[in-house]
T-cell receptor
Framework: EAGVAQSPRYKIIEKRQSVAFWCNPI?????LYWYQQILGQGPKLLIQ????????DSQLPKDRFSAERLKGVDSTLKIQPAKLEDSAVYLC??????????????FGEGSRLTVL | DAKTTQPNSMESNEEEPVHLPCNHS???????IHWYRQLPSQGPEYVIH???SNVNNRMASLAIAEDRKSSTLILHRATLRDAAVYYC???????????????FGKGTKLSVIP
């Protein structure tokens, strides 16, 4: 079974530029998550989708971050304009359903962003 | 939200058992205890979860204290591949906005010595 696919793996940009990350979840997984992981910290949830609807985006900095999940499958996370503090690994995860407390989350390898 | 407390780091010799502790003194009756681990340069991966009883799977065992205020992840024979950051997470099946989500702390960095 194919895992969660993310691209690009690495991206270096200058501050105030824009960047987009793409995620393809495991086939059939209704729930998709984007996490931000700053070096030395645990992942922090940015946004959670159920199919193509947003379940929780309370920690997404909406002045510069946006995310969409068209057709309930692939998702894109965009940052515009980027700041130095956005340097982090952006992790995408998927699960079969959101409201299953024992449901396993499957993570991709992440996209590492460096903002100069 | 219920929080967990884990040591920042631990060391183990290869092929010896490892006991990774987690304190969760404010756990509620509806919180499940989940463990994930993150190998270097990879995303987190599921290890095990439990509610009240001890649990075993092919990767590890989870021992839960009778009062549920602490738990221990047990790796029976540590290998070099087990070197990772281990996260102990409480997952609530309640009705709040944070229900069912995984909220990560800093975890315990496990080093395995050959």
């Amino acid at each position: 079974e194919a895992g969660v696919a993310q691209s690009p793996r690495y991206k270096i940009i200058e501050k105030r530029q824009s960047v987009a990350f793409w995620c393809n979840p495991i086939s059939g997984h209704a729930t998709l998550y984007w996490y931000q992981q700053i070096l030395g910290q645990g992942p922090k949830l940015l946004i959670q989708f159920q199919n193509n609807g947003v379940v929780d985006d309370s920690q997404l900095p909406k002045d510069r971050f946006s995310a969409e999940r068209l057709k309930g499958v692939d998702s894109t996370l965009k940052i515009q304009p980027a700041k130095l503090e956005d340097s982090a690994v952006y992790l995408c995860a998927s699960s079969l359903a959101s409201r299953v407390v024992t449901g396993e989350l499957f993570f991709g390898e992440g996209s590492r962003l460096t903002v100069l | 939200d219920a929080k967990t407390t884990q040591p920042n780091s631990m060391e183990s010799n290869e092929e010896e058992p490892v006991h990774l502790p987690c304190n969760h003194s404010t756990i509620s009756g509806t919180d499940y205890i989940h463990w994930y681990r993150q190998l270097p340069s990879q995303g987190p991966e599921y290890v095990i979860h439990g509610l009240t009883s001890n649990v075993n799977n092919r990767m590890a065992s989870l021992a839960i204290a009778e009062d549920r205020k602490s738990s221990t992840l047990i790796l029976h024979r540590a290998t070099l591949r087990d070197a990772a950051v281990y996260y102990c997470i409480l997952r609530d099946r309640g009705s709040g906005a944070g229900s069912y989500q995984l909220t990560f702390g800093k975890g315990t960095k496990l080093s395995v010595i050959p």
